[in-house]
């Protein structure tokens, strides 16, 4: 072998070792950005929908790896959000429902922008973070375009934040932590859906600029092979027209890292809280309520392209933004960083995935749940005690009644959900919208036996207060009362704000010294 060809090769193998190099302290800490969807599932390209030509989620497709199997630590947002930004599940971090509900995050549990911000990181946020307690941000939500107002919805002025965020991180020398939320997916307020007869917007501030039409938008899983009514119909353009503005914000974020020069040294991230708001997804356990997008764009652009099946769970955020900033990462946390897995996307990453559900409008709507997969089966456990669902929150609307009266399967899955078995089995590899519960199959005993095992060790593992099935029982019928006596002063008509709302006391816990303590 000539010295030439000794000499090339050695450099090929040195430049891999390069490229294969986790971060480390000699390296500097990356720009973080995290475009985070609310209440979005994953009908655009890269996940096999072509109905909307979403250029911004392609580019980044293109530029980073396609995760498939990425799932939501629960299908509600402050319960999903806490779990992204302090890395323990639902059950761990204490925040069972939504801000100002009666739940909130336990005392002693760091989140990761305070985290960052203390490692030097200046840290902007677009819109609502939506847990108790909030982090601390240099710039937002409320305070991006002067007091009480933040960039919501409009692509044009969430680029505007992004790019104030920017340049103030540059113009302090700091790296930047962008939390880019955005509301496009996220259901409309009651008020305004009943005004427009709708859960979603078609337009917001003129974007889209050109819209799809009832009729042009398939309908979601089980119901595309069924009949349509308007409402179906109106419901499933207007939920694409808002996943566009989504895009649109994707696009121009991007475009705003080629123009302050940041690709080279910046993480992007791009994620849903969970699924949509309909029958059987958001609050729901199936697919379509925590089988999130999960896209990832690493600064070298290792693996452009590659799809990765790694079991993901987006509590896995905190500890990448940890290693992406050359922070330690915990002992006790149960979430893995993925950073990893930019240089070998087919990596060993976990055997299972697990997930938990409790309530979303609490003391209301407590329907505990539970979730366990390994990307082939999933088992759902739902405890038998107090609780129940209803068919939506947007009990007005004809949509959701429309879904429910539907023959055939779409129809027959609704009605499951709202009365759901202690257990359901799917094999969601062959049935991804997970009609035929195989829970009471005598085929798949074992496989039930199996995953019903793994469940309970996973929580075991986790050290879920709520095995104990009296605690929990306990804390349902904490729930009940509660709801029973709002009801009673709302019909009263009192005006007591703080009577009114939930006092949830049980299932209360601090964090010290990274370990769980009883109140």
């Known amino acids: 072998m000539c010295c030439f060809t000794r000499i090339i090769r050695l450099f090929a193998v040195l430049s891999l070792g390069l490229y294969l190099m986790p971060a480390s302290a000699e390296q500097k800490p990356l720009n973080i950005v995290f475009i985070c969807a609310e209440d979005m599932g994953r009908e655009f390209a890269a996940y096999g929908d072509r109905t909307l030509e979403t250029p911004g989620l392609d580019r980044l497709s293109a530029e980073g790896i396609v995760f498939d199997k990425a799932y939501a630590s629960s299908p509600t947002c402050s319960s999903s959000r806490a779990g992204m930004l302090t890395g323990f599940y639902t059950h761990q971090h204490g925040q069972y429902g939504l801000v ?7 005392e002693g549990i760091p989140n990761v922008v305070d985290q960052l911000r203390s490692a030097g990181y200046f840290a902007g946020v677009t819109y609502k973070v939506h847990i108790d307690p909030d982090p601390e941000f240099d710039i937002g939500p409320k305070n991006i375009f002067g007091p009480g107002k933040n960039a919501f919805s409009n692509p044009d002025r969430l680029a505007a934040a992004a790019e104030l965020c920017i340049k103030e991180a540059q113009k302090s020398d700091k790296p930047l932590f962008l939390l880019l939320n955005t509301f496009d997916t996220h259901a409309l307020d009651k008020k305004k859906a009943y005004e427009i007869n709708n859960m979603w917007r078609d337009q917001y501030q003129g974007h889209p600029a050109e819209t799809l039409k009832p009729g042009e938008a398939p309908l979601w899983n089980v119901f595309r092979d069924g009949e349509a009514t308007l409402a179906m119909k109106e419901h499933a353009a207007a939920y694409y027209n808002s996943l566009k503005r989504v895009d649109m914000t994707v696009e121009k974020t991007l475009t705003l890292l080629d123009k302050y020069g940041m690709n080279e040294n910046t993480l992007v991230i791009f994620s849903s809280d969970h699924g949509p708001a ?21 600064p070298d652009g290792r693996n452009a392209g590659e799809r990765s099946q790694a079991l993901i769970s987006l509590i896995d955020l ?14 006790y946390l149960p979430s893995k960083s993925i950073m990893g897995l930019g240089a070998n996307p087919q990596a060993p ?14 003391p209301e709507g407590f329907h505990p749940s539970y979730m366990i997969t390994d990307g082939t089966y999933k088992l759902i456990y739902n405890p038998d005690v107090w609780g129940h669902r209803g068919l939506t929150e947007y009990g007005k609307l004809q949509f959701p009644q429309d879904m429910l009266q539907q023959e055939g399967i779409g129809g027959e899955v609704v009605r499951r959900y709202l009365k759901p078995p202690e257990y359901e089995l799917y094999h969601i590899e062959r049935d991804a919208f997970e009609t035929v519960n195989l829970a009471d199959s005598i085929e798949h005993k074992a496989v039930l036996e199996s995953f019903q095992a793994r469940l309970e060790n996973w929580r075991k593992k986790n050290e879920d207060p709520f095995a104990d099935h009296q605690l929990l029982t306990d804390f349902a019928n904490e729930h009940q009362q509660e709801t029973r006596r709002i009801k009673k002063l709302t019909n009263a008509k009192s005006k007591d704000k703080e009577a009114l709302k939930p006092q949830i006391k049980l299932g209360r816990r601090k964090f010290v010294s990274g370990k769980f303590e009883s109140l």
């Open 100 to 106: 100002g509900r009666g739940h909130s995050i336990h």
């Open 278 to 298: 309909y029958p059987r997804g958001k609050q729901t356990l199936y697919e379509s309520g925590i089988h999130v997008p999960f896209i990832v764009r690493w």
């Open 318 to 331: 905190t500890p990448t933004f940890l290693e992406a900033a050359n922070l330690e990462i915990p002992d």
């Open 349 to 362: 990453f976990r055997k299972t995935v697990g997930a938990d559900f409790f309530s979303h409008w609490a």
